[in-house]
């Protein structure tokens, strides 16, 4: 481990190379006893990062999964999203276990609150494309979308005005949203919610990117926890079935307030297969027994909204395309165990003239590798599998997940 820290170097950003659901949160869990601060950039209670400790499942939409870890101080940076209820209940699971996160909790006075009316909003629009075109985003409906609209159209209403009454901000929103979506704005709901919010939260307001840069200044490590996916990134993903946010390495330094320059590593993780939830191409996607066989030994159930995620093989053109955008020196490959019994396993590796993939069929290793730690312990073929990605993408595959536990992880020195 201590050679690969040394080469992830101080400020490391962990981002999804797919759709999303690539199970980042592993990753983090392991690194982020390593560094002192775990940050989150962008995106809001879309993302949902499942960690299993001692067989417990935990999910995290908005704080960052490292949070878990007593030591990390934890950011919740300006480009994210908030929707105040979620958090509360987070920062209270967390407490239900013996993990008091708020004293090392700091969030930018310039993320913005996400309101219970953006959801409603969100349901309105999907609704609206759903009866237009037969088909919507296929949105996580927690409200990312028109939150993003009210920061851009500039009346979005952010984290350093929860101090403040509220009230007439939310009042002037009653009209609008019913004329433009005929949504509702339940004015009591939301000061309630605030109120509750402003207790908890109020205190823990802060300008986070000079508290950043301090922390750099002094020297501490920052991981930064990337949320959802290149693929689903609002520029460079597969638009218009993407995010809200901008899920990249430049991304999330842009939703921190820090510079390019200081990022010092990139981990791209990408499931040694490939899933995507929500509507859009996905060009490896396997609709038969196979893309079932797949979800079910790979649980591939949201962990926000628990829909059935569509499974597919992975597709190396995705992995070199997110290398590129987000600068990636490391893979962390998850999930390798869910292949454990297929007897061929297809590979896309590019589009033939016809704009059919191409697959390039490497052999299956019918061996199960839940668990495995080393790699040199892996079977033949399943070392085989992770240096095809690794000399097909030219980077090389850091970490590779062999199961659910956090211990299940290869750790490449
Ligand atoms: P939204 O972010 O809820 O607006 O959803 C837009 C698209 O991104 C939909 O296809 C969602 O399923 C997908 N999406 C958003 N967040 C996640 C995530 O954390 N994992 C996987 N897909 C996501």
Redesign the pocket.
Known sequence: MEKLLKTLGPVCAIIGAQ???EGKGKAIDLLSEHYDVIARAC?GA???HTIVVKGKKHVFHLLPSGALHANTTVIIGSGMVLHLPTLLEEIRTLQEIGIDVLPRLFISEEAHILFEFHKGI?AAMEEMRAAKSGKG??????G??PAYMDKAARRGIRMGSLKDDLTKEIEARVEPVKRSFGATVDVELESKNLAEARKVLAGRVANTVALLHRFLNEGKKILIEG???TL?DIDHGTYP????SSTTAAGALQGLGLPPRCLTSCIGVAKAYCT?????EFLTEVMSETGDRLRKRGGEY?S??G?PRRCGWLHLPDLVFSAQVNGTTHWNITKLDVLDEEETIPVGIGQKTDGSVQYENLPGWKTSTEGVISFEKLPKNAQAYLTFIEKQTGVPVALAGTGQEREAMIVRE
Do not use: F, M
């Open positions: 759709w999303g659901d995106g879309n993302a949902g969100d985003i296929g949105t996580t409906r927690r990312i979308g949320a959802q996916a689903l079935y993407v995010t809200s995507r939830v929500g509507e859009g949201g926000t909204t829909r």
